[in-house]
């Protein structure tokens, strides 16, 4: 694996399963009496966020802390030098504590790659701006392999095994989504074909020459789908002029039981989270057994336990 | 400057714009002769063997960064820069602070300008007050100071408003102004930060369509021909741009229009790594745009090239890409980067250098003393330059400017500026300023 994790695109396909299958590994820790590994001890992880996400702000420090690292967050609110200290010099401030990894949530795009430029730990990306949320990514990628790669019949996908074949569908804002940016590259190089799914208004330019399919039609897409993956859509898009009401929005594009009853009996309806029920997702999709979205969550944490392990050489010092 | 008038120089051996081999004989701050084989006892004596030798360059767009903003740049330093990029001359754009908007504001950058010595400084005045784009500034006032402003521009800010647009075009025409366009639609380009392209798409960050400053520049070629005006059309960056100006020229309209160096250059690729040096407005475009931009210059629908010189501090760069200050230094590579892009390709003879980097932008700012001829009796505005040097690495660190933000650094540039000459008075010999 390279240094930093700030792009899935840092991933090469065999990175992505090599933490896949450690995830699967570590998960059998979440079903202990002690749920700890002593493999990070006396190392020093930083969760730097300078956005409110405490899902996954709790779930890195839960991974941390299941290794045993110690632990640091650090919250900034505001990120121009107007407001306060320069990234920089946060990222010279947590150099100097000895920071071994740096976590690192950030409004503006790119700021991991500035901070990987400033530090000499490890900085992994937990969602820059609309560019990336790799972690994310690889948490549904393994959502994925463990519903869907062992014939859709529960218990964790074989070791070694990718996602080829498997039709995975994005709805919604994919224009300011970060997850989708890393689920597109990730699950692309896992052998998946993604269809990205939203009015035009929230498609980026060029999307044609990422690799995946685009629609504009979702119920077009549903009945040829593995995987529903449905994106936040906030509130304040429609004042921007992207779509003329919420209303609208969630006749078009929103994922109610009607439309969900069109999918294969197989297929999962996965979201990131935060939710908006009612409006991207109905609550009675949200909450049916084909929804993975509280697996998700408990996924995260197995997950970017995997990285940091990987990441901060603690494999060397288990095997 | 008149007491420097007294330098008496021969220039040996020259290439007069690229073309013959010649000697140029200055003295009293003007071309005395200009003749194979001249002599002149008494004279300092330049072996310019194998050197080109051009009008002083005219930059139509230059940030000197001062009154406010001297951690940046001074026009002590951003002259001394031009000097040694071989410019004689300069336009000062109007956005520092307080604004350029007054006639005392252009005076005291003029007088700035003439305490340095380096280049003549001409003050930009801004548009509209506080370059708030609501009142026009009083433009009179600032064309009958001693800055004797001629260009107006609220450059960084586009004068959005048509109607304003339209005034401001008709009324500098009773003093021979001309309105300087930042052309960039507010609407279309908020919070944009790279070119709207595949590479902003995927690396997150906020696109600026191409057609954000072409319909700008639509309409201000319209409203220049409505109203009989001079439009000039700062940094054009893209490719539909260029084809909306040629369509204007065609016309006959009175239409002009400036490159970067680095727009004839540099792809928003190199946004890659969210290197912040490569952040600037309008952004950086793609290979299509940089090749149509390059034939634009070349067939002269763009008339020259101008720097957009703008120095930063450091910490102004050293930030998240969207929190990062626009701009890139360019005073001091600009030749060079126009020798790679245009020279060394075969679109430009240095004739045709002499024109769009002197020449031309000199009509344009109606700088009188500046691209004229070299010929005898032609102010003594002289750029020497040496093709053959290198190619060398940028080294920004070594810059006159007061800023780092050279988005060259570390390119191999050909070429090397060997002196610079002020009315017959040496700015720059050697490649070094000679104060």
């Not at chain 1, 730097?48 to 045993?68: I, N």
């Not at chain 1, 959502?143 to 019949?153: D, E, F, H, K, Y």
């Not at chain 2, 051009?54 to 960064?65: A, F, M, N, Q, S």
């Amino acid at each position: 694996m390279k240094r930093h994790l700030i792009s899935a695109a840092d991933l090469s396909r065999e990175d992505a399963i090599s933490v896949l299958d450690t995830a699967a590994e570590l998960a059998s820790v979440a079903g202990r009496p002690i749920r700890k590994l002593p493999t990070l001890r006396g190392r020093t992880v930083v969760n730097l966020f300078y956005e409110d996400s405490t899902r996954t702000r709790t779930s890195f420090e839960a991974a941390a802390k299941r290794l045993s690292a110690d632990v640091i967050n650090f919250s900034a609110k505001g990120s121009s030098v107007a407001k306060g200290e320069s990234l920089k010099d946060t990222a010279l401030t947590l150099e100097a504590m000895g920071a071994d990894a740096i976590v690192i949530r950030h409004p503006a795009s790119g700021a991991p790659h500035r901070l990987a430029g400033w530090v000499t730990g490890n900085v992994i990306n937990a969602g820059d701006g609309t560019h990336e949320h790799p972690t994310q990514a690889l948490l549904d990628a393994f959502t994925m392999r463990q519903r869907l790669a062992a014939g859709g019949v529960g218990g964790s996908g074989p070791a070694g095994a990718g996602l080829d074949g498997v039709r995975v569908t994005i709805v919604g804002d994919v224009l300011h989504s970060r997850v989708a940016r890393s689920n597109v590259l990730l699950l692309s190089r896992l052998g998946a074909e993604v269809t990205l799914v939203a009015p035009p208004t929230l498609m980026p330019y060029a999307v044609q020459t990422w690799p995946c399919g685009i629609s504009y039609d979702l119920d077009a897409e549903l009945g040829k789908s593995d995987v529903v993956m449905m994106l936040r859509v906030q509130h304040e898009r429609m004042t921007a002029a992207y779509f003329p009401s919420i209303r609208e929005y969630r006749r078009r594009y929103g994922l109610d039981m009607t439309r969900m009853a069109r999918m294969p009996d197989h297929a999962i309806v996965m979201h990131p989270g935060p939710m908006n029920r009612g409006v991207e997702i109905a609550a009675e999709v949200a909450d049916s057994p084909r929804s993975t979205i509280v697996a998700q969550v408990a996924n995260g944490v197995t997950v970017r336990m995997a990285v940091l392990y990987l990441m901060l050489g603690g494999a060397e010092e288990a095997q | 400057m008149s007491e420097l008038r007294g330098e008496e120089w021969l220039i040996t051996g020259a290439r007069i714009a690229g073309g013959d081999r010649a000697d140029i004989h200055l003295s009293g701050g003007v071309i005395a002769a200009v003749g194979a084989g001249l002599s002149a006892p008494g004279a300092r004596v330049l072996d310019a063997s194998g050197l080109i030798v051009l009008p002083g360059l005219v930059d139509l767009h230059t940030h000197l960064r001062e009154p406010g903003a001297d951690d940046a740049e001074t026009v002590e330093t951003g002259t001394r820069a031009a000097a040694l990029g071989g410019f004689t001359a300069v336009h000062a754009m109007a956005n520092t602070e307080p604004v350029a908007d007054t006639a005392g504001v252009v005076e005291q950058v003029w007088r700035l300008g003439e305490q340095a010595g380096y280049v003549d400084v001409r003050p930009v005045g801004a548009v509209t007050i506080g370059l708030a784009g609501k009142n026009l500034a009083e433009l009179g006032a600032m064309a009958d100071s001693a800055a004797r402003v001629r260009v107006f521009s609220d450059d960084g800010h586009c004068v959005a408003d048509p109607l304003l647009m339209r005034r401001a075009l008709e009324y500098v025409k009773a003093f021979d102004g001309v309105i300087a366009q930042h052309a960039q639609e507010p609407r279309l380009t908020e919070g944009a930060q790279l070119n709207e392209g595949e590479v902003a798409s995927r690396l997150g960050l906020a696109g600026w369509p191409a057609a954000a400053e072409e319909a700008i520049i639509a309409r201000d070629c319209l409203l220049a021909a409505h109203t009989g005006s001079a439009l000039h059309v700062c940094h054009v960056s893209t490719a539909g741009s260029v084809e909306i100006i040629r369509w204007a020229k065609s016309k006959g309209w009175r239409v002009t229009a400036e490159v970067t160096p680095h727009h004839l250059l540099l792809t928003d690729d190199l946004a890659e790594g969210y290197d912040t040096v490569f952040k600037v407005n309008p952004p950086l475009r793609t290979r299509a745009d940089v090749d149509a931009l390059r034939a634009g210059l070349a067939d002269g629908t763009i008339d020259c090239v101008a720097t957009d010189h703008a120095p930063h501090p450091v910490e102004a760069k050293e930030a998240e890409w969207a929190e990062a200050a626009n701009g890139m230094t360019g005073l001091e590579t600009a030749l060079r980067v126009v020798q790679l892009a245009m020279v060394d390709t075969g679109l430009l003879d240095w004739a045709a250098v002499a024109d769009r980097m002197s020449v031309r932008p000199a009509r344009i700012g109606r700088v009188a003393a500046h691209g004229q001829p070299l010929a005898p009796g032609s102010p003594g505005n002289i750029t020497c330059y040496d093709p053959a040097a290198g190619p060398e690495a940028v080294d920004p660190g070594s810059h006159a400017s007061k800023s780092r933000n050279s988005p060259f650094g570390g390119m191999e540039l050909p070429g090397r500026v060997v002196a610079t000459f002020l009315r017959g008075t040496a700015t720059v010999i050697d490649g070094k300023v000679t104060k």
